[in-house]
């Protein structure tokens, strides 16, 4: 029984630490695929209010906002600072593969998804105002998270609603 309690003492760590990580780290890499072979960028982020998606605002512009409507499948990677001692193989890190979608106007989530955003980045206002921006729903299909050297465990896009949902 001992063992039973630790394992969910520890999991129950683990979920708190990646919502810290996806709380406290407001960018990530965005990985998409550009004429079928891969492409990384960098994306400022938010959650989604029901913890369902992560949002992005992307101008159309974009190579990676042109690569997300020619293929939706992508991969997001959040990780810690890197510094104060530890080793960049320890840095805690979170690799989200799911799907893009752009929210049309007329979207019913959209004003939530938009609040959500702008709390996060107050600075992004004035973008929603220009034609060639749009917001992004990326959601999780699965979420691999590196606690640490030698501790990865896997999410499932149920799991990892709640987690972000709570």
Known sequence: MARIASERALT????????????????????????????????????????????????????????????????????QEEGGGTSALALPRASIQGMAQELASDAPDLPGFRAAYLERFPEASQLFGFADFSLFKIQPESVRFVAGFGRAHTFSRGSFKRLLAG
């Open 12 to 79: 129950e760590a683990t979920a708190a630490q990646l919502k810290q990580l996806l709380r406290e780290r407001s960018v990530a890499a965005l990985g998409t695929l550009h004429a079928g072979a891969p492409y990384v960028s960098m994306v400022p982020y938010a959650i989604a209010p029901d913890g369902s998606a992560l949002l992005i605002h992307v101008s159309r512009l974009a190579s990676h906002t042109k690569d997300m409507r020619a293929d939706a499948r992508v991969s997001l990677l959040v990780m």
